[in-house]
């Protein structure tokens, strides 16, 4: 499986972006997928993820401003960012569990994308 994720940049605090994330070699309607975050001199957290019945878990301080989902028809996953803050700024990943149906937390990783929120 291979995730293609363009659309990071460069926005103002309070701004929005929407990342989107297409997967090819799969169809990820039976998979778990998620997004991830490294920022500068810190580990890969999990942001968010959605599971086949488009059933959502977010990371506490995105709550609120994030948004995932998917659209199984373009077998794509997206994350809108709200209410940006210069915290936010970190590399953005998109990941597919390896295992259909079920949350196992290993993941494909597509590649990285640069959000950076200018304060």
């Known amino acids: 499986v291979q995730l293609q994720a363009p659309g990071g940049g460069l926005v103002q605090a309070g701004g929005s972006l929407r990342l989107s994330c297409a997967a090819s070699g799969r169809a990820i309607s039976d998979y778990v997928m998620g997004w991830f975050r490294q920022a500068p001199g810190k580990g890969r957290e999990s942001v968010a993820r959605?599971?086949?019945?488009?059933?959502?878990y977010y990371t506490d301080p995105v709550k609120g401003r994030f948004t995932i989902s998917r659209d199984n028809a373009k077998n794509t996953v997206y994350l809108q960012m709200n209410s940006l803050k210069p915290e936010d700024t970190a590399v953005y990943y998109c990941a597919v569990d390896r295992v259909p149906v079920a949350f196992t937390g290993t993941w494909y990783w597509g590649q990285g994308t640069l959000v950076t929120v200018s304060s």
């Open positions: 959605i599971d086949r019945r488009a059933n959502t």
